[in-house]
């Protein structure tokens, strides 16, 4: 399944960037689309609703059915990890009538799905919720880098082994003028 991402560092105002992945569980077609249509979609609901572009965002979600911030020394994870093993996403399966199965060793919502909130999973809802977990986070200067990630880095990578291979790219690309390219 192809990862595709989204950037639009000014989108409504110049202090407002749009930033998203999208990593196919729904497959390629689910993934393209979101990835066409959440700017516009967006758009639509803060000139519906201009007050709050958190609540933009997650009637742009629900109309199409979230990483990291960091300084020079840690990471800080500002999303929740939407799986089974997350009590709070655990209970809001259940209440929705879901069953929480382990299958060969890994906990799985009605013994299908490693997640609990996906956009594409049709067959899944109300379990496999398409809504949006959104945060608003004011950054300073000391945090130099926001970085969206899948399950596909988040599985395999823990948060120190990502901060070295940021540093060791950072380090290779020590120049703000080429890392302002990338």
Known sequence: MPTLS?????????????????????????????????PAE???ALNSSPNSLEDSLKQAFERLAAYVLSSPTNLRKITNAHVPTNEEEARRV?????????IQGELRVNGVL??????????????ISPKADTIVVERDVSQYLLLLTCDGISELFNDSEVLDMIKSFVAKHSSKRELASI
């Open 6 to 38: 989204l950037v639009f560092p000014e989108v409504v105002r110049s202090d407002v960037a749009l930033m998203a992945v999208f990593d196919g569980h729904g497959g390629a077609e689910c993934s393209a689309y979101c990835c066409a249509h959440l």
């Open 114 to 127: 490693n997640l609990t909130r996906a956009l594409g999973d049709i067959g899944g809802r109300p379990m």
């Open 94 to 102: 259940e209440q929705d009538g879901g069953q929480l199965l382990y």
């Open 42 to 44: 967006f758009v639509r």
